[in-house]
């Protein structure tokens, strides 16, 4: 009897993961108009789901969240972010949901590694703003940022976050500024805007998964060390003075399993000299297929960043993109035009492990 149990269990088991793993190898469809449908069905809530997720994030999401209204009026618990994310206790287990009303908050946010399991969620038709000057001149490069989340199974929604902070002019030491900076691990953005200059966004470690977002900036201004998908993303870059690059990211060699890839999204902005990624560290990864390339990108389209020797460890990936900006024509001899297989890994949801932890955004009534 007790074989036959065990056998049950181990059989039960074997399905489970099965079923975790189609949503991680459904490919990500070439036809833009179905990117939704084909999110809806893969990306399906806990009660579909029970069992298969990690089990702390399952026991997070068990119970109907917590609320913390912010209101700048007055009429929340908090006037401020920050004061509403200090309320959180270390070690906090369950889903807190922070709603924050419209209006500019000039705060600086952090979310420590001590409390996961925090979503700030705005309303998507009047989305609130978080708003900082913070430099690397004065806190260094990846404490500048205006949001630092450092904690795992953050989730922001309809959030804009942006770095006050002068252009940089090229000349002046330590004037990067963050808008945001993402060290935890397992965390979603949904319709959120992030703006700033150089380094608008530290997409730093862990997995991280971004759809219906929007990031501008002029130089590095997606960088770190991040294994992140992002969908339907628009990069927007202001390049009309200057060096303009899209991403930085910061693998180091072909050990280390990291990388950006870029799903139906859009490249835009103005100039036309921008790379779409450059090697400022030895062996980046970033994949772009699907997405509209527009005259901003320069035709060469990525740079080894005046190391020639990197353009053996570089993987710069290209598929079945559009534009002026993605004709291969004039690409750098290291750039990739990959084939259905060498892209396959990066167009399913298992690039991030998301059968494990990734959960459709949340709806609240703010």
């Not at 298969?52 to 119970?63: K, M, Q, V, Y």
């Not at 369950?94 to 952090?110: D, F, M």
């Not at 700030?120 to 630092?148: C, E, Q």
């Not at 953005?189 to 530290?202: H, K, M, S």
């Amino acid at each position: 009897m007790v074989t036959r149990i065990s056998l049950i269990v181990t059989i039960f088991a074997a399905v489970l993961a099965l079923v975790a793993t189609a949503n991680d190898t459904a490919l990500i469809p070439a036809d833009k108009s179905q990117l939704n449908t084909w999110f809806k069905a893969n990306v399906k809530p806990l009660s579909t789901r029970k069992g298969e997720l990690d089990p702390n994030l399952e026991f997070a999401e068990s119970a109907p969240p917590k609320v913390i209204k912010v209101r700048q009026d007055g009429s929340g618990e908090f006037k401020t972010i920050s004061e509403a994310v200090r309320s959180i206790d270390v070690g906090n287990s369950k889903r807190i949901i922070v709603s924050i009303g419209p209006g500019v908050y000039n705060e600086r946010v952090k979310i420590d590694r001590t409390k996961p399991f925090v979503t700030l969620y705005g309303l998507p038709n009047n989305m609130p703003k978080i708003s900082f000057n913070g430099n690397a001149a004065h806190f260094g490069t990846v404490d500048s940022a205006t949001l630092i989340v450092e904690s795992d199974y953050f989730v922001a929604a309809n959030i804009i976050v942006a770095n006050s902070s002068p252009r940089p002019d090229g000349k002046t030491p330590g004037q990067q500024a963050l808008a945001v900076r993402i060290s935890g691990d397992k965390s979603a953005f949904y319709n959120c805007r992030f703006i700033g200059f150089q380094d608008t966004l530290c997409d730093d470690r862990g997995f991280h998964f971004f759809k219906d977002c929007y990031i501008e900036g002029t130089v590095d201004y997606v960088f770190g060390s991040g294994t992140s998908l992002y969908l339907n993303t628009q990069l927007h870059t202001l390049g009309d003075s200057g060096l303009t690059v899209i991403t930085a990211q910061a693998r180091e060699s072909n050990a280390e399993d990291t990388g950006y890839s870029f799903i139906h999204s859009s490249v835009t902005g103005i100039g036309n000299g921008t790379y779409l990624g450059r090697a400022w560290k030895t062996a980046p990864r970033v994949i772009f297929a699907f997405s509209d390339i527009s005259s901003v990108v320069t035709p060469a389209g990525w740079s080894v960043n005046n190391h020639p020797e990197r353009d053996q460890t570089v993987v710069f990936g290209e598929y079945k993109n559009t534009g002026v900006g993605a004709n291969p024509a004039g690409r750098a001899k290291f750039v990739k035009q990959m084939t259905d297989a060498e892209v396959r890994p990066f167009l399913a949801l298992g690039y991030i492990v998301a059968s494990r932890w990734l959960l459709p955004p949340p709806k609240l009534a703010v």
